[in-house]
């Protein structure tokens, strides 16, 4: 079993980014695909992006294309969430999971980190 620790979090100012960082432990996520969701107070966790084992294929909500980026490096066994002009309505606990099942998109979450809390003033 994979554990994910989020960090990278913090209070921005609107316009402003952030990386999130999703460390991996235990066992190598070398072959997961691995993806990053939200949750804002009183709504549904949310999908924000995902990229495949390979690193070939990425994925995002149409409400943070051209703003965020996700990326991995397999090596460091660690996958990134490049946050770029930051919106209010972006504050939320962001989590990152790991798919070892899922080979074709939409992929099958069974991991997940704790979160880290993305906070992005007006």
């Known amino acids: 079993q994979v554990q994910l620790v989020e960090s990278g979090g913090g209070l921005v100012q609107a316009g402003g980014s952030l990386r999130l960082s999703c460390a991996a432990s235990g066992r190598t996520i070398s072959t997961y695909a691995m993806g990053w969701f939200c949750q804002a107070p009183g709504k549904e966790r949310e999908f924000v992006a995902a990229?495949?084992?390979?690193?070939?294929?990425?994925y995002s909500a149409d409400s943070v294309k051209g703003r965020f980026t996700v990326s991995r490096d397999n090596a460091k066994n660690t996958v990134y969430l490049q946050m770029n002009s930051l919106k209010p309505e972006d504050t939320a606990v962001y989590y990152c999971?790991?798919?070892?099942?899922?080979?074709?998109?939409?992929?099958?979450?069974?991991?997940w980190g704790q979160g880290t809390q993305v906070t992005v003033a007006s």
């Open positions: 999971a790991g798919s070892d099942r899922g080979v074709a998109w939409p992929y099958e979450y069974d991991t």
């Open positions: 990229i495949s084992w390979s690193g070939e294929s990425t």
